[in-house]
């Protein structure tokens, strides 16, 4: 069963498409808070029953009030709660009581305020869950269906307009935010039929709404917006079935922080802060992530068209040589591949106007207006022997002048139509001829940044949504059993070990004598390192010796180490040193995990050493995973050519890598909760066929020692 499979998010029916609606705090007053969703709703015509209740008026805007939730005339599927909070308390334990399936509520000073508010929240939440009803908020702004002509919201959004027919929802965390979208949707003529803001979230949260949205027939593509998850399950279930169902998600998740000071501890936390893990989330699902407005914007509407190609390969053609490398260089930041064109056809384009520069971008070069007719035949060939599922035009004035405008447009209206199931983009400077190029079904813009951009989301879903539908890897868990405090080096590479994590060959020693055994039994040069369970980071104090070449030295090092210790970290516990094989010619990788609060484990691979704190080349995954999405994680590193054999280098043995990573992610689930941290840096990847081996390990635990 899949994660979208496995949860039904049809219990929100009756929250978005009510057949009767009960308003508690009714008002008169048309642009009161109480007031708003009954006027919006009568004016509209919801076809609904409408219910006010306030036990001060006989009637309210025109429509007969209930003094009572027990007055009224039956149990509404929804509710409306705009009431202060003790009262909000009681409406929803009354309307629980009455049989209402939803309540929406309104009111504020909950768990937003303060420890007494999130009290009060608390008791909200139980009257819900005491009955079944499902409550969105507190503290939310609401929420519309175009559809239904349902407008419960307080919203004055639509004093700009209502929503135009179409097929984008809105799920938002922020009511402001949420509308503000709607209103910029609005100004660019995008159809947002359905919007819904969660606010406190004390128990619809936004991957209920999403996974709502994921099988709802009235919503093609998702706006999200998230300041942060609360829920992991739904979230994930939701992300899995809009995927699953080709609608495409495209959120703005905003809030960069860490994990928390103590994970600072872990290199792998420092760099996994927590919006680095809900994007490594978002890509697994193929969730494409906007940086502002304007961004989700242009990728909500470029999805409108419901092309998703899954091949990645952009044709471009231009009659601006400037414009061409614009675009080319917008590709290359957003990932578009852009193919040349075949040599033929290139020749035959050449033979038309012998200064053109066929190769891609296709530069027809400002000829064309002068023989208009080239214009099809260089559209025909990107589409026709290019072959490319995407294909962006510019145009700039040419498209809006009145010379060349009337003409052009029906040349290229004539090849898009021949090739319906590419994702034809226009960028064209011609406000006049927008709605024409679009009722003829092409995407436009003014600035082709924007378009390149807008068609790399749509590679993006496209290679997510061509993934098959498959059950989870079925990945074997190890038993394992933590220490009851931090382990030190040798321990933690033990625990490991056992695990499918080998570490290179080492012996702990109390003394210097059973540390020149070790060496005289491993085969020099050998690494001598302090062990201590309080040292985690030894190299920072002096504490790792490399090259160590006979018993002699063996004996000085040992002492040295201690010295060091004894000078740096007085407090610390000294278990001896550690005695360990000193391997030459390997790649240093990193591989870490850190547990996430709200997605558990999740496992990273990157350079080694020193560099993944400077580069930050890293891979992200949620645990657990097999070897092939292993070296897909590690295959996905801008350092891999360092593992391919670049320069002459013999190639690293990748699969003992993924191997271990996968093994590493599967000990990290085991481990449960009192795990909190594991770095093992270095990994040293020998060449093919050799292996790869634990220089060094930290495992951290919840609550420390």
Not at 574 to 599: C, H, S, T
Request: proline share 7%.
């Amino acid at each position: 069963m899949t994660l979208g499979a496995a949860h039904s998010f049809a219990a929100l029916d009756a929250l978005v498409r009510p057949r009767s609606v009960a308003v508690i705090g009714a008002s008169d007053e048309a642009a009161r808070i109480g007031g708003r969703p009954i006027a919006y709703m009568l004016g509209q015509k919801f076809q609904g029953d409408l219910w006010p209740v306030n036990p001060r008026r006989p009637t309210v805007q025109g429509l007969k009030s209930f003094a009572s939730v027990g007055d009224l005339p039956a149990a509404p599927d929804v509710a409306i709660v705009a009431v202060p909070v003790d009262l909000a308390i009681q409406a929803v334990d009354d309307l629980g009581a009455k049989g209402c399936r939803a309540v929406i509520c309104f009111t504020a000073g909950f768990a937003e305020v303060d420890e007494a508010g999130e009290a009060k929240q608390a008791l909200l939440t139980a009257a819900a869950r005491k009955h079944g009803v499902r409550l969105l908020g507190p503290n939310c702004l609401g929420l519309f269906n175009a559809g239904v002509n349902f407008y419960a919201t307080f919203s004055a959004s639509f004093e700009k307009g209502w929503p135009i027919p179409g097929r984008i929802g809105i799920a938002s965390q922020s009511g402001a935010y949420g509308t503000h979208v709607f209103a910029a949707s609005l100004d660019r003529g995008l159809g947002t039929n359905v919007c819904i803001t969660t606010g406190n979230e004390a128990d619809v949260a936004l991957g209920e709404v999403i996974g709502w949205m994921a099988q709802a027939p009235e919503v093609d593509v998702i706006c999200a917006y998230a300041e942060g998850i609360r829920e992991s399950e739904k979230f994930l279930g939701a992300l899995e079935l809009a995927r699953a169902n080709r609608k495409p998600i495209v959120m703005m998740k905003v809030g960069r922080s860490a994990l928390g000071g103590a994970a600072a501890k872990s290199h792998t936390a420092s760099i996994a802060g927590d919006d680095t893990v809900t994007q490594a989330v978002l890509d697994e699902f193929g969730v494409v992530r906007a940086r502002t407005t304007e961004e989700m914007l242009d990728i909500a509407y470029a999805a409108t068209k419901r092309i998703y190609p899954v091949r990645n390969a952009m044709g471009v053609l231009t009659v601006s040589g400037g414009a061409g490398v614009l675009i080319s260089d917008a590709a290359a930041d957003a990932g578009v591949e852009m193919p040349p064109m075949p040599e033929e056809a290139q020749a035959k384009l050449r033979a038309l106007i012998p200064f053109c520069a066929p190769r891609n971008p296709v530069d027809c070069t400002a000829q064309v207006t002068n023989e208009l007719s080239l214009i099809r035949t260089f559209t025909e060939s990107v589409a026709k022997d290019g072959d490319y599922p995407a294909i962006l035009a510019f145009w700039s004035q040419v498209a809006g002048g009145t010379s060349t405008g009337p003409k052009l447009q029906p040349m290229m209206q004539a090849v898009r139509a021949d090739y319906p199931d590419r994702l034809w983009v226009m960028s064209m400077l011609a406000p006049q001829k927008v709605k024409e190029y679009e009722a003829d079904g092409w995407l436009c813009f003014e600035d082709p940044s924007r378009a390149v951009n807008a068609i790399g989301a749509m590679f993006r879903y496209g290679a997510a949504f061509a993934r098959a539908e498959q059950p989870a890897p079925s990945v074997p868990l190890p038993k394992v059993t933590l220490p009851a405090t931090t382990p030190s080096e040798a321990a933690a590479k033990a625990l490991l070990a056992a695990a499918g994590v080998p570490a290179v060959p080492e012996a702990a020693c109390p003394d210097a004598e059973a540390a020149v055994a070790a060496a005289e039994k491993i085969g020099y040069p050998v690494v001598l390192k302090i062990l201590s369970p309080d040292i985690l980071h030894k190299s920072e104090i002096g504490g790792v010796l490399l090259d160590i070449a006979d018993a002699a030295a063996v004996r000085a090092g040992f002492a040295t180490l201690l010295e060091r210790a004894k000078h740096h970290a007085p407090t610390a516990r000294i278990e001896g040193v550690l005695v360990a094989k000193q391997i030459k010619g390997a790649v240093e990788m990193a591989l870490g995990i850190v547990r996430d609060p709200v997605f558990g484990p999740v496992a990273m691979v990157g350079l080694g050493g020193i560099f993944i704190e400077i580069l930050k080349d890293v891979c992200l995954r949620r645990c657990p995973f097999d070897a092939t999405e292993a070296e897909r994680m590690i295959r996905s590193l801008k350092g891999f050519p360092l593992l391919d054999g670049a320069r002459g280098r013999p190639r690293a043995d990748v699969a003992a890598l993924a191997k271990s990573l996968s093994a590493l992610s599967a000990f990290a689930v085991a481990a449960g909760p009192k795990l909190a941290s594991i770095d093992v840096n270095p990994m040293l990847v020998l060449p093919e066929g050799q292996g790869c081996y634990a220089a060094d390990a930290v495992i951290e635990l919840e609550g420390g020692h």
